[in-house]
């Protein structure tokens, strides 16, 4: 698949639900990209990840391996076709190497949805270095280990 095209699901048929912005690093330089993301999310909403982060994504792989957490906030339910346009964008973005040497999610105990999807997450991110945490500084620990071993 071309970089910018869509998964062969069909036509856009709704306005991207959700919110996933990139976050600034808790210290300057940092080999991590941060992202905020709010949902629940639909497949239009992967169409705009796919425009926002894959330039943000090529850049840091640029400098050398690097490492990736989303923190999710209110919801981290989406619907079936966001979870096949979502491992559709994360093969797309291992074909370019620009795949995150590790990610991590942070989701607390407040966040809805994670009993429900944690599965379907897991499975689009299948064969990445890839976990789960509820807490931020678990997961930055976590991603500074992987690191380390790249490097």
């Keep these: 698949m071309a970089t910018g095209q869509r ?14 912005d990139q976050a600034s690093p808790p210290v300057a330089g940092s080999r991590v990209v941060y992202i905020d993301a709010t949902g629940p999310f639909n497949r239009e909403m992967v169409d705009q990840i796919r425009e926002i982060h894959t330039t943000t994504f090529r850049d840091a ?23 096949t346009a979502f491992a559709a964008l994360l093969a797309e973005w291992m074909s370019m190497g620009i795949i995150p040497t590790a990610s991590a999610y942070v989701v607390g105990p407040e966040v809805e949805g994670k009993t429900i999807v944690e599965t379907h997450y897991r499975r689009a991110r299948e064969g990445a270095c890839f976990e789960i945490f509820e ?14 071993e790249a490097s």
């Design 7 to 20: 998964p062969p699901i069909g036509p856009s048929a709704f306005a991207p639900h959700g919110a996933v």
């Design 61 to 83: 792989a640029a400098q050398g391996p690097f490492g990736h957490i989303t923190t999710f906030h209110a919801s981290m339910l989406a619907t079936p076709d966001a979870f």
């Design 135 to 148: 807490r931020r500084d678990e997961a930055e620990a976590w991603i500074a280990r992987m690191l380390a």
